[in-house]
């Protein structure tokens, strides 16, 4: 498949994904994970650092771009957007682990490049231990209707919270999480 | 965390994203900012006088006009700035001309006026206030502007805090130009547009610590 055939085909999924469409936003963020993937162990390994925190990269960017959704102007492309903040979370990565990251030999790198099998790959990112860090109506919030796949009306039923209270908890807490998953010691 | 995981995670109940919501964001920030600027420009100086005089109400419409133009190219760029992967350079282009525009009908006048006045037009009687007013109206928008860009998702800090700076800046000089719009085009061009581009430095000094996600 060509780039531009990707682009309109990435798109068509990311304006589903905004209007509600749950089945294609999981299908733009598996299709775009592998191009993350890619782009960020290509990086890592150009620059002699560890490819193996190419997966946490990964998971930060996925949950930036869909915490960030908002900020995706439906009539440009899609795939500067993407990049823009794959590049915008390369950064700052970089810039965290400044002095502490640079010492990994090269030849690590490599064998992680090797090992190359989507399904099965992990980050050393920890859900459990992210969320012990959110407050308890954040916390609860993404547990109900992102973990437990709640409705937000059971979750706002079973918890006598509001509606909206647990649309905004649930928004909030992922931006928190977003930030935990980039400012946590490596 | 397996990566699927997570996507799985991200993908349940899915919430849908309003149309215009960054841009609604920013503008409500913009409302807030200026509302809390014109509050305080009542507080200070109370309410402006009934019958401003004819030549210095034409000063103010040219001040007003700099000003909120500037407000309103520079909240378009900021909207822009918050979204990733988006330069908007022609909205830069015209920040560019607006401030060209003071400065060559600043040099014009100062021209065609002897040389001995123009200390007396350039240094008007409140060029002082200038200084101090309009970074301190700049104050509340700024931070209202900072509040709407963290909700954005800006890449380049310096440069989107810069232009923060520059709205804030030029929303406190509007406000502050309701009471005090100076005595002379070169008067507005140095204590207008100095304080404001001094607020756009400011901005693009704090945007990587205050902008940052």
Known sequence: MNARSTELDLQRLMLAGLDGDAAAHKALLTRLSAHLRAYFRTRLARIGMAAADAEDLVQETLIALHTRRHTYDRSQPLTPWVYAIARYRLVDYLRRSKGSAMDVPIEEAEEVLADDNPSSVESSLDLDQLMARLSPKARQAIQFVKLDGLSVSEAAARSGMSQSAIKVSVHRGLRALSRLAAERKR | ?213
Not at chain 2, 124 to 141: D, E, N, R, T
Not at chain 2, 158 to 167: E, F, K, P, Y
Not at chain 2, 181 to 205: D, N, Q, R, T
């Open chain 2, 1 to 213: 965390m397996k990566t699927d995981d997570l996507i799985d995670v991200l993908a349940t109940n899915l919430e849908p994203i309003k149309r215009g919501e960054l841009r609604n964001t920013v503008m409500i920030a913009l409302a807030i900012g200026a509302a809390a600027a014109f509050c305080l420009v009542l507080a200070m100086f109370g309410l402006p006088a009934a019958a401003p005089g004819g030549e210095f109400s034409a000063l103010k419409v040219l001040a007003l006009a700099f000003t909120l133009g500037l407000v309103a190219a520079g909240a378009s760029l900021l909207i822009r700035s918050a979204r990733p992967g988006e330069p908007g350079r022609k909205l830069l282009v015209l920040i560019g001309l607006l401030f060209f525009a003071i400065f060559l009908a600043a040099l014009v006048t100062l021209v065609l006026t002897h040389p001995a006045a123009w200390g007396g037009i350039v240094l008007g009687p409140q060029w002082a206030s200038c200084l101090v007013c309009i970074p301190l109206f700049a104050v509340a928008p700024f931070a209202s502007l900072v509040w709407a860009l963290r909700r954005g998702a800006p890449t380049n800090l310096v440069r989107t805090g810069a232009i923060a700076g520059l709205v804030a800046g030029a929303l406190g000089a509007a406000v502050f130009a309701i009471h005090h719009s100076g005595g002379s085009i070169p008067f507005i061009a140095f204590w207008y547009a100095g304080p404001i581009l001094a607020c756009a430095v400011v901005g693009a000094l704090l945007g990587p610590r205050l902008l940052r996600w």
